[in-house]
């Protein structure tokens, strides 16, 4: 018996990336447009004309982030040495704060606010 397989790969217009499973590790396909499509949806992935447009869950993420900010909770502060060369408060603490965005994941930081608890968009 011969039987032809088709199977549909998608890949972000953006970025290039191809949809992974993040638990295997590797490029998925599809049997369906829409099993891909359901797939797509359910990850995250943005799809415009009908899968014609793709941009996976990341660049859709640094989109959202480069037009409304990062999404920022939990600053931690700065541990680095002295020989860093980051600004360093009076009393020698360093005075940035770092988190990794809850949205794109990128690491951004700031010089600590000077009344402690004040919230700021990055
Ligand atoms: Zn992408
Ligand atoms: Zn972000
Ligand atoms: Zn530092």
């Known amino acids: 018996m011969m039987t032809t397989t088709v199977c549909i790969a998608v890949s972000c217009d953006t970025c290039g990336d191809a949809c992974r499973d993040e638990e295997r ?24 004309g009908n899968g014609r447009a793709l941009s996976c869950a990341q660049c859709v993420a ?23 060369g980051h600004h360093q408060d009076d009393d020698g603490r360093c005075t940035r704060q770092f988190t990794w965005c809850e949205r794109c994941l ?6 600590r606010p000077a009344v402690p608890g004040t919230r700021e968009v990055a």
């Open 25 to 48: 590790g590797r490029t998925v396909y599809f049997g369906t447009e829409s099993e891909a499509l359901e797939w797509l949806s359910r990850s995250g992935w943005h799809v415009t």
């Open 62 to 84: 640094e989109r959202t982030c480069a037009e409304h900010g990062h999404v920022t909770r939990h600053w931690a502060d700065c541990e680095c040495s002295q020989s860093s």
């Open 106 to 111: 990128t690491l951004v930081h700031r010089d």
